[in-house]
């Protein structure tokens, strides 16, 4: 049984009005995040310790957060993003550390891979670890307390170059922050500016895995499940608010207004099916290397799955409240515009098409070529 949240995420909705409004960072929001213990929930020992199968209550907590409030989400998703990565791939002594940092400490973490307009490269010695470059779309870039970034290493392997290094943020000054670079639709409490790196030293122990492990099959592909549920759980709030809209005008007997809510729940509930199915997926196929391009597949099409049910929701909510609905500073015109920006995830028709080609090798039919069954239905009625 999981423990309750649910005070929680009613604090974190109603603050999204306050921090929108002020056009500041959720600060206070971040705050409540780390008294809840959820920022060490997938610790060794804890509730979703990441050594046990625990991928669809992970994806139904980051629904959660999602539905009280996006740009925490969104934050949250990448901070569970880094303690995923340091756990499959830091030694002892650096898994100890940062798991220290977040369950005793209650330190953020965040995981930035978009290049600036200058892409991260790291000149790696045996001591040190040195930084040129930016990174854009930092999300919670001054609540952040650990930054785990990408770049390109001078020290590669025959396979990549490609390096991931865990930043103090403590050791990246104010300056090196452009407030002004984030300017965006929506999401605008995610705070995801861009900063600068250049001449940054750490020492050698902040380079986490070796270059090449950021991208490894399936983990990478597949956890865009994880951000696919934060969207999810912001569908679900812009249901739910919808609906009190619509109660509050007394619209709800509308037949009209009816056909649009059933279309909602039908939307929705498809995704959810999907994401609790990919969580599922990816706890049973994760640790088998023949069924990592299924795994991937399913999270692709999964996120894919999503992203229509969102944007369904998003033109019948529309359609629902009119013009008056979406009115700032109402809160609806806020979870219309996040929603919105949130989905603008990269490479969506590359993404299709990548899924397709799995099930064109497969060459199974439909009851095979995604979800393997043990058994049919029909064997367990007739058996």
């Not at 943020?169 to 639709?185: A, F, G, L």
Request: with cysteine; net charge negative.
């Amino acid at each position: 049984m999981m423990t309750d949240y649910s005070t929680l995420y009613q604090q974190l909705d109603q603050l999204a009005v306050r921090t929108e409004a002020s056009g500041g960072m959720p600060a206070e929001e971040i705050r409540l995040l780390k008294q809840s213990g959820l920022l060490s929930i997938v610790l060794p020992g804890n509730e979703l310790d990441f050594n046990d199968d625990h991928m669809p209550e992970l994806l139904s907590l980051l629904k959660d957060v999602g539905r009280s409030n996006g740009a925490v989400g969104r934050i949250y998703e990448g901070h569970i993003n880094t303690l995923f990565l340091i756990h499959l791939y830091a030694t002892d002594q650096q898994r100890d550390w940062w798991y220290n940092q977040s369950g005793q400490h209650q330190k953020l973490f965040g995981v930035w891979n978009t290049d600036g307009a200058t892409g991260i490269s790291f000149a790696v010695d045996h001591s040190t670890v040195s930084i040129n470059g930016s990174k854009g779309f930092c999300s919670g870039s001054s609540l952040v307390d650990y930054a785990l970034i990408g770049g390109k290493t001078d020290q590669p392997l025959a396979a990549s170059d490609w390096q991931m290094v865990v930043v103090p943020m403590d050791q990246v000054e104010e300056y090196r922050i452009d407030r002004n670079s984030w300017k965006p639709m929506g999401m605008k409490a995610s705070v995801s500016h861009t900063i600068d790196f250049s001449g940054i030293i750490l020492d050698g122990d902040a380079v986490l895995g070796a270059p090449g492990d950021y991208l490894r099959a399936p983990f990478f592909l597949s956890g865009a499940i994880r951000f696919a549920a934060v969207q999810l759980g912001m569908a679900e709030a812009v249901y739910n608010k919808t609906m009190s809209f619509l109660r509050s005008l007394n619209r709800l007997d509308d037949p009209f207004q009816k056909m649009r809510i059933g279309k909602m729940a039908m939307a929705i509930h498809t995704g959810q099916l999907w994401i609790q199915n990919a969580g599922h997926e990816f706890d049973r196929l994760k640790g088998m290397d023949e069924q990592h391009e299924r795994l991937i597949a399913y999270a692709h099409l999964s996120r894919l799955t999503v992203e229509s049910t969102c944007l369904e929701v998003l033109e019948l909510s529309a359609r629902c409240v009119g013009a008056k609905g979406l009115m700032a500073p109402g809160d609806l015109e806020r979870w219309h515009r996040d929603l919105s920006y949130y989905l603008r995830q990269p490479a969506p028709d590359a993404t299709l098409q990548n899924a397709a080609g799995y099930l064109i090798r497969t060459e199974d039919g439909m009851e095979n070529c995604l979800m393997q069954q043990e058994e049919t239905i029909s064997n367990k009625i007739y058996s």
